[in-house]
């Protein structure tokens, strides 16, 4: 079916921000949008479902990788306490 529709723009906003991200037409993103928001979205669909092969990554027990940062800080922490005791030693 052909159609004239009025947007807001804020709606054409979103719907030009999906276009750029999903590399999809106008047409395309704005008849998904309608299915979803209808609840139609179980159509059939020509995307590639995305799938994360997960690895292991080799850490050691008790390190949380999510704190890595903190444990390069405490690290970094250490090596300096070493290197300023080693510069108070040499001036004594």
Excluded: C, W, Y
Excluded at 6 to 13: I, R
Excluded at 19 to 31: A, D, E, G, I, V
Excluded at 70 to 82: P, Q
């Amino acid at each position: 079916m052909r159609t004239t529709v009025t947007l807001d723009p804020d709606v054409e906003k979103l719907i030009r921000d999906k276009m750029h991200r999903s590399r999809q037409s106008f047409k395309m993103t704005l008849n998904d949008a309608i299915r979803n928001a209808l609840g139609k979205s179980n159509l059939p669909s020509n995307r590639v479902k995305f799938v994360v092969k997960s690895r292991p990554m080799g850490v050691l027990p008790g390190i949380d990788p999510a704190n890595l940062a903190h444990l390069d800080t405490d690290i970094e922490v250490d090596r300096f306490k070493v290197t300023t005791r080693r510069m108070g030693e040499k001036l004594k």
